[in-house]
């Protein structure tokens, strides 16, 4: 069964740094894009950022560009999202999925999802 879980959300003051972690298990995801989708209350879920097979590619949303950075280990199975510089606007509930893809953008590519961390940030 694949699984793929989100751990670093919380609360944190505008300006500040979170730092999500997403573990998978049931397959190899090396073998597979990984990425990371926000849903805010009262709005549909949205790209937030992306990362090939071998991580050489990545890609972000324009809304993040600049303070978020995505990267793998394969080794270990998991892909994390370093968010700087958080504004109120980043309040969300993170998911990470990945993809059949070798590197997809596109929310419909993406098969697995995780149950999602809350990332809170206040004004």
């Known amino acids: 069964q694949v699984q793929l879980v989100e751990s670093g959300g919380g609360l944190v003051q505008a300006g500040g740094s979170l730092r999500l972690s997403c573990a998978g298990s049931?397959?190899?995801?090396?073998?597979?894009?990984m990425g990371w989708f926000r849903q805010a209350p009262g709005k549909e879920r949205e790209f937030v950022a992306a990362?090939?097979?071998?991580?050489?590619?990545?890609g972000y949303a324009d809304s993040v560009k600049g303070r978020f950075t995505i990267s793998r280990d394969n080794a270990k199975n998991t892909v994390s999202l370093q968010m700087n510089s958080l504004k109120h606007d980043d309040t969300a509930l993170y998911y990470c999925?990945?993809?059949?893809?070798?590197?997809?953008?596109?929310?419909?590519?993406?098969?697995?999802w995780g149950q999602g961390t809350q990332v809170t940030v206040s004004s």
């Open positions: 049931g397959r190899t995801f090396s073998r597979y894009a």
């Open positions: 999925a990945d993809s059949d893809y070798v590197y997809s953008d596109y929310e419909a590519n993406y098969s697995y």
């Open positions: 990362i090939s097979v071998s991580g050489a590619r990545t």
